[in-house]
């Protein structure tokens, strides 16, 4: 089961010729996931690992019932590759391409808005439920099938917390990276509502870092309605202030965005909030027996 | 990217904004021929000299050698040079700069905006950026102009003023109005207050930038709204759109050795601690400084060596931590996935061999793909390295090797 994606998601690539769309189309494939084509425009009616090409999204959407898209465009074009998915009904917009300008990203997270979509995204490790669908880039052994949710903005510490998590006797239902950047799709608090209704997920690892106030919000979201532990950590107690540690969006500009005050707020909402990255799985587990 | 006072006001002025005009000099005697220039287009007759420096507070800061003011005001054509020569190679402190300041290569020579006419001259603030958590950009405004921003925001809050723009219609008609109301505004100098606000927030947009602060935009006596001061910071995402802005990176101004990272393909940020580490992820490099701390050390730097952790990038990110003599010791975590670990590892084993002498205990943490063959490697390699598996592991071994 999971959230966002599963065994029946049919999924395009756009961007599927390209280099990157090409690797890591052949990973998904291997994966196990439904890739039903691709969008290259120009290369319509060709083939490419064994799956058609569409010169557009609309017209993968019309021929193949496709619900699912995962993005490559580099990122002069991926805002409107993301509008173009939107704009022709797919459900889950996952957008792994880095260094999107941020004005674009203003524009298409607008077009998406009323759209009844959701944009995962932009750089980010993309969604995965373990033991169906790897919509991403991430290395799919690491996420054994098992009864833990996990939203992160951060790709390798993802991986990390799923090998955790899996170590420690458990594994995982979905991973949602969300990216980040300063303007995303899915937010920390959508992801963790998204997993906390989910049936097979009995638990919730959170990972943040500095900048920006994701964290807090999905933390006092949690504080009234959540009905599942949550184990919780933050990239970045030791990041200096008014630097940019690598993600774009990861830049303590105010007091609020610092490690330290988004692990303060986590706290007083009831969230685990381990200061050390080496204990996620096992707080997890101690919470979860 | 940040990018100085005088570049920021050339794009504005290209977008139609009206700002404060001048030259931009790197000697005395070049200043004083330009403020001779800007004098026949603009009949100024003082001058304003300010300091290009990517920090503010100049106006109140110091240039240690001369006891100068970073931004200085003379008072006819013949005391340009001097003052020019007072901040020009001298290293200006101020409350952003460190303590021993920034180098000053070039200074504004800019007309006086100060000038008498029928009213009083008054200083606001504007700004414009991203506001995160609505997805949207903002434009922040305040009577207060002229002064530290922040000190206003603490002491009179209800004194700072914000517009939400939709991105679909830009800033509109009925916005640009109340901004010039707010500020208290009417007649003519109203008028060009919404001029202002339109050009300005154009400016923002067709220049793909992230952050425009004008402190102060100044109402001059005779009811010109222009910009007095430009503090631009262009995305850098932003930058596949504008090759021209490309040469406005002043790397002076910036660490060398970030600036060599980033030539080599490398995230690097230099910081003061002395256990040094290098990371696949940016997220992981901010926890794996975070693990260095809560086993007793100092992280020395944050450096993402990024998705193709190949010998090459390997042997380049060692040597630039390594020329840091603060470091005591190297943490290298590295979670394989598309990266298989092992040909991680060889690239260590290659640059470690090919850099020779290292002194200091390296921890080599490399989980994911491959990662047992990967340790095994590194072991029979015979190099000086501990081996590690888990974060927890190296985080024990962080402590044991600064005991």
């Not at chain 1, 010729?17 to 084509?37: D, L, P, R």
Request: charged letters at 20%.
């Amino acid at each position: 089961m999971g959230v966002l994606v599963g065994k029946n998601s049919k999924v395009i690539v756009q961007g599927f010729t390209g280099s990157e769309g090409t690797f890591h189309a052949s990973q998904m494939i291997e994966y196990g996931t439904n890739v039903v084509g691709g969008v290259t425009p120009g290369k319509g009616g060709t083939e490419h690992l064994g799956k058609p090409v569409f010169n557009t999204v609309a017209e993968a959407v019309q021929k193949t019932g496709a619900d699912v898209s995962i993005i490559f465009v580099p990122p002069a074009f991926a805002a409107d590759a993301i509008m173009e998915a939107a704009e022709a009904g797919i459900k889950v917009i996952v957008t792994i391409t880095e260094g999107i300008p941020v004005a674009d990203m203003i524009l298409a997270k607008e077009y998406t808005r009323d759209r009844n979509c959701t944009l995962i995204g932009p750089n980010c490790p993309g969604v995965i439920t373990a033991g169906e669908a790897k919509i991403g880039i991430m290395p799919g052994f690491v996420f054994r099938q098992g009864t833990v949710g996990i939203v992160s903005k951060s790709g390798t510490l993802t991986y990390e917390a799923a090998d955790q998590v899996a170590k420690a006797g458990l594994g995982v239902t979905t991973a949602i990276g969300i990216g980040g950047d300063p303007i995303i799709g899915t937010t920390t608090l959508e992801a963790v509502k998204l997993l906390m209704n989910d049936p097979d997920t009995k638990g919730i690892v959170m990972i943040g870092e500095i900048g920006g106030e994701l964290e807090p919000k999905a933390a006092r979201w949690i504080k009234e309605n959540g009905t599942k532990p949550v184990v919780g950590f933050i990239a970045g107690e030791t990041a200096p202030k008014g630097r940019t540690m690598g993600h774009a969006g990861a830049i303590v500009s105010g007091e609020n965005e610092s490690a330290a005050a988004k692990k303060a707020i986590m706290r007083e909402c009831g969230i685990y909030v381990v200061d050390s990255p080496a204990e996620i799985g096992s707080a997890m587990a101690r919470l979860l027996n | 990217m940040n990018i100085h006072e005088y570049q920021g006001k050339s794009i504005l002025a290209n977008y139609g904004v009206a700002v404060q005009r001048g030259y931009v000099a790197s000697t005395g005697d070049e200043a004083a021929v330009l403020a001779k220039k800007l004098k026949e287009e603009t009949g100024t007759g003082w001058f304003v000299i300010k300091a290009q420096i990517h920090a503010g507070g100049r106006g109140k800061g110091t240039v240690t050698e001369t006891g100068s003011r970073g931004v200085v005001l003379a008072k006819g054509l013949e005391e340009v040079a001097e003052k020019a020569e007072g901040i020009l190679g001298g290293h200006l402190v101020t409350l952003q700069t460190k303590a021993g300041g920034k180098l000053v290569n070039k200074v504004f020579v800019a007309e006086d905006v100060y000038g008498p006419g029928a009213s009083e001259p008054k200083e606001f603030y504007m700004s414009i950026l991203l506001d995160r958590g609505i997805g949207r950009n903002v434009i922040v405004y305040s009577p207060d102009g002229g002064m530290n921003i922040e000190e206003v925001a603490e002491k009179t809050p209800e004194r700072i003023y914000k517009e939400t723009i939709d991105p679909l219609t830009g800033v509109t008609g009925f916005q640009c109005r109340k901004i010039a109301f707010a500020l208290g505004l009417s007649g003519a100098a109203s008028k060009e207050m919404q001029v202002f606000v339109k050009q300005l927030y154009a400016a923002y947009i067709g220049c793909d930038a992230s952050l425009f602060e004008i402190n102060p935009v100044l109402k001059t006596s005779n009811d010109r709204i222009i910009a007095v001061d430009a503090k631009v910071t262009l995305d850098g995402n932003g930058l596949l759109r504008h090759p021209d802005y490309i040469e406005m990176r002043d790397t002076s101004e910036e660490d060398p050795l970030e600036v060599e990272a980033t030539a080599a393909g490398l995230n690097y940020v230099k910081l003061d601690g002395n256990v040094g580490c290098m990371v696949n992820g940016a997220g992981l490099a901010m926890a794996t400084m975070d693990i260095i701390k809560l086993s007793g050390g100092e992280p020395a730097n944050f450096l993402d060596v990024g998705g193709t952790a190949d010998a090459k990038r390997v042997e380049t990110a060692f040597r630039m931590i390594l020329r840091d003599g603060a470091v005591k010791a190297i943490l290298v975590n590295i979670f394989g996935g598309i990266v298989r670990c092992d040909r991680v590892a060889q690239g260590i084993v290659d640059a470690y061999k090919n850099i020779g002498d290292i002194r200091v205990p390296i921890i080599v943490r490399l989980q994911g793909t491959n990662a047992a063959e990967a340790k095994e490697l590194i072991d029979r390699s015979g190099l000086a390295v501990h081996s590690v598996i888990t974060l927890q592991e190296a985080a024990d071994k962080v402590k044991m090797v600064l005991a």
